[in-house]
């Protein structure tokens, strides 16, 4: 989180009669500063680094304890599907990071699993949609994670930071030190990548004494790929907001954006009061007439090829058509090392996205690699989507109320990758794959082209050559 914006040159926004500064930090910096938490106490300073550490011990541990409660797994409908499918599985310790977060720690139920499983308020979306059977091995999961975080490893994650800041924040104490520690105006840049902990911190920030809140949030909620339900921003004390939207799109081609707001308009929980419908009054400046600019298309692998071998051959095409910036997202993680072998194999360097916000060299021709989650705030000329296929994106679960949950999130995914590209978007699927109902959809409405790529060619023995000869 930037508290101010950074700026090259500060001279011209600072009033010279008094004494002025802009102070630019993360909101992990700055928690550790104002709790005095050494940099040893957490995982990594960088905090999507510190998040990825989180998600990985909490999938060790949800891994373990689906094979120690056997028995409750086995009764569990929505447990058995997590344990059999790894591609599930990636997805719900996603989310079980998330319950752990806000509805166990937010709530200020880290010692308390009465209240947990027996509240008839849903603390969360998942939450809402567990027995309680599933809600003791949910918190099951939050104990083994916090032996292995906080008691045996001994170090922080971002939502103890958050809770922990929360709490000093809210003392009497700062309320007497506020008015000269507090910032008169903060800015955060990428609120959507804030949780409910983190969005409660933006007022107390403040200097509190003016009868509005001066924070400014700058935000596509569409790009909040996580699909949780956030507090609306009164509730989080920032009331009477007043919004800004921006009305130009500088990056993607009319056709593409038609596209991505075709997708986003079928969330459930996006356009609510917090957040008005922009999609009727954005405008493109990229021309769908420009030289490079093609309509949205959606290509099956050819009879014999692989994803992996389709995504190096348009990769090659589109080197030849002098598309020189391309970034491949892959969407279904069962595809992941077919992509990085077959793009590897082809000769072809690319870069590997890890975290989101990467800087890449914007002046040369570029590959990049990645995933829903670190494509964020990138710019492509061309954007492959990989594995968009019905049953695949989103996976196929039995709990209605999961399935929703993770439906509204593979469309976000889907709205992030597509407002990556400027003037190519390709959505490759394997041969003979059905796509997404979503995209199916689109296509009927001319959103969306359906290509036909040509069929891998095989090369034939000389003796097979002779006889198609003599056949004809």
């Not at 914006?5 to 600072?14: A, C, E, I, P």
């Not at 990138?378 to 439906?407: C, K, M, S």
Request: overall charge neutral; aromatic content about 8%.
């Amino acid at each position: 989180m930037h508290l101010c914006l950074k700026v090259v040159d500060t001279r011209r926004y600072l009033e010279h009669e008094r004494e002025q500064m802009l102070d630019v930090q993360t909101l992990l910096e700055y928690s550790r500063a104002v709790l005095e938490v050494e940099a040893g106490a957490v995982y990594d300073p960088d905090a999507q680094e510190s998040k990825a550490f989180q998600i990985q011990v909490i999938s060790d541990c949800l891994r373990n304890l689906l094979k120690v409660h056997s028995n409750i797994v086995s009764r569990s409908t929505l447990l058995s599907e997590v344990a059999k499918s790894d591609e599930l599985f990636l997805t719900f310790a996603s989310l079980t990071a998330d319950e752990i977060g806000l509805a166990i720690k937010g709530h200020g139920l880290v010692d308390d699993r009465k209240t947990y499983v027996g509240s008839e308020r849903r603390l969360s979306r998942l939450h809402g949609i567990l027995n309680g059977d599933e809600r003791n091995f949910m918190f099951d999961v939050y104990e083994e994670y916090r032996r292995q975080v906080f008691e045996t490893l001994e170090i922080f994650d971002t939502d103890d930071l958050a809770v922990s800041l929360q709490s000093r924040l809210t003392t009497p104490l700062w309320a007497m030190q506020r008015r000269k520690l507090g910032y008169d105006y903060v800015f955060i840049d990428e609120t959507q990548l804030f949780n409910e902990n983190e969005r409660r911190l933006f007022r107390l920030l403040t200097r509190g004494n003016t009868s509005h809140v001066p924070v400014v949030l700058a935000l596509d909620e569409a790009q909040q790929t996580r699909g949780l339900t956030s507090a609306g921003f009164g509730l989080l004390g920032l009331e009477q907001l007043s919004y800004e939207a921006l009305e130009s799109v500088h990056r993607s081609t009319h056709s593409i954006l038609q596209l991505a707001f075709f997708v986003i308009q079928r969330t459930t929980d996006l356009f609510g009061a917090d957040f008005p419908d922009f999609t009727g009054t954005t405008e493109p400046v990229v021309s769908d007439l420009h030289k490079l600019a093609r309509p949205p298309e959606l290509r099956r692998a050819a009879l014999g090829s692989s994803v992996g071998q389709e995504t190096a051959r348009q990769i090659a095409a589109l080197r030849r058509d002098n598309i020189r910036q391309i970034g491949i997202v892959c969407h279904a993680e069962r595809y992941w090392e077919e992509i990085h072998s077959a793009i590897s194999s082809a000769g072809v360097p690319f870069v590997l996205l890890n975290q989101r916000g990467e800087r890449l060299d914007t002046t040369r021709p570029l590959v990049a690699l990645g995933r829903p989650d670190t494509i964020g705030g990138q710019e492509f000329d061309a954007v492959l989507a990989i594995g968009l296929e019905q049953g695949v994106v989103p996976p196929r679960v039995a709990n209605h109320a999961l399935a929703a949950a993770l439906e509204q999130q593979a469309l976000r995914e889907m709205y992030v990758s597509f407002t990556r590209a400027r003037y190519r978007l390709i959505v490759i699927n394997s041969h003979r794959s059905a796509p997404t109902s979503i995209l199916a959809d689109a296509a009927k409405m001319g959103f969306l082209k359906f290509m036909t790529s040509a069929p891998k060619r095989r090369k034939l023995s000389a003796g097979h050559t002779r006889l198609q000869k003599s056949g004809n």
